[in-house]
C-alpha cells in the first residue's frame, strides 16, 4: 500500500498563473480532506470530499480556490489566478470512512511557492 | 469556535532525558484527539489517538493523556533519542464535525546527543 500521494512535491508558479495540486488516496479509501499550512501557523482544514461530492467546504476561500474528487482518478485543488499569500504546503489526508477512527494519513504535501 | 493551543513552542533537551509537550483546548465536545509528528519537508505520521471516552493511550516509549475536563493532554516522551527530533502536532476532532481536524501549531523538539 503506498500510502497518500500527492503530486507534485514542489510547485512554483508566478503570480497570476493557475495550479493545480494532486492527492490519490490510500487504497480503499473513499474519503479525502484537504489542509493549508501557511508558514509559521498551524494546519487550517480547507475541504473534505467524498467520490464526486463536495461535502465540506466551509475553510476553502470563497474566490479563485476549488477542489474535486471525481469518479475516476485523484483528487485535484485547483487554485486560479495565484498571488504570493498562496504560498504554502498543501496537505491531503484520507480516511477509509469518515473521520480519525478509520485510518485517517496523511500525504507528504504539496509545497507551493508563488513568485 | 475550537482553538488549540501547544507549549512550548519548541523545547531543545539532551539525550536520554524524559520529556513532557502539552496541547490545551478550548471546547470540551471532542470526539478524538490525535497526536502527530512532522519531520522537516515531509508529512504528519499518526502518534497516538485518544478516543474522548478514554484516558490515556501508550505505544512504546510515548504516552498519551487526555482531560477533557480542563481540557488537557499531554504527550510524554521516555528516555528520548536524536531520532525523536521533529515537531509534534496535536489536533481535535470535534466541535460539531467528526472529521474537521483543528491543530495547534506544534512543538519543535531538538534532542541532542
Known amino acids: 500500500n503506498a500510502g497518500v500521494m500527492q503530486n507534485p512535491r514542489h510547485l512554483v508558479r508566478r503570480r497570476g498563473q493557475e495550479a493545480r495540486l494532486r492527492c490519490s488516496p490510500m487504497k480503499g479509501h473513499s474519503h479525502v480532506y484537504w489542509y493549508r499550512q501557511l508558514p509559521e501557523e498551524g494546519l487550517k482544514f480547507m475541504v473534505y470530499?467524498?467520490?464526486?461530492?463536495?461535502?465540506?467546504e466551509s475553510g476553502m476561500p470563497k474566490e479563485r480556490f476549488s477542489a474535486e474528487f471525481p469518479k475516476e482518478g485523484p483528487s485535484i485543488l485547483r487554485i486560479q489566478q495565484v498571488v504570493r499569500g498562496d504560498s504554502a504546503a498543501y496537505f491531503c489526508?484520507?480516511?477509509?470512512?469518515?473521520?480519525?477512527?478509520?485510518?485517517?494519513?496523511f500525504g507528504s504535501g504539496t509545497r507551493l511557492t508563488v513568485v | 469556535k475550537q482553538e488549540v493551543t501547544q507549549i512550548p513552542a519548541a523545547l531543545s533537551v539532551p539525550e536520554g532525558e524524559n520529556l513532557v509537550l502539552n496541547c490545551s483546548f478550548t471546547d470540551s465536545a471532542i470526539y478524538n484527539l490525535q497526536w502527530f509528528r512532522q519531520d522537516p519537508g515531509k508529512g504528519l505520521t499518526s502518534l497516538l489517538l485518544i478516543q474522548s471516552s478514554q484516558r490515556e493511550q501508550t505505544s512504546g516509549r510515548l504516552n498519551a493523556s487526555l482531560d477533557k475536563s480542563s481540557g488537557r493532554s499531554t504527550l510524554y516522551i521516555a528516555a528520548s533519542q536524536p531520532g525523536d527530533s521533529a515537531t509534534y502536532l496535536c489536533?481535535?476532532?470535534?466541535?460539531?464535525?467528526?472529521?474537521?481536524?483543528?491543530f495547534g501549531k506544534g512543538t519543535l523538539l531538538t534532542v541532542n546527543p
Open positions: 470530499l467524498q467520490k464526486e461530492n463536495i461535502i465540506d
Open positions: 489536533a481535535i476532532e470535534g466541535g460539531g464535525s467528526n472529521y474537521k481536524l483543528t
Open positions: 489526508a484520507s480516511s477509509l470512512n469518515r473521520g480519525l477512527n478509520y485510518g485517517y494519513t
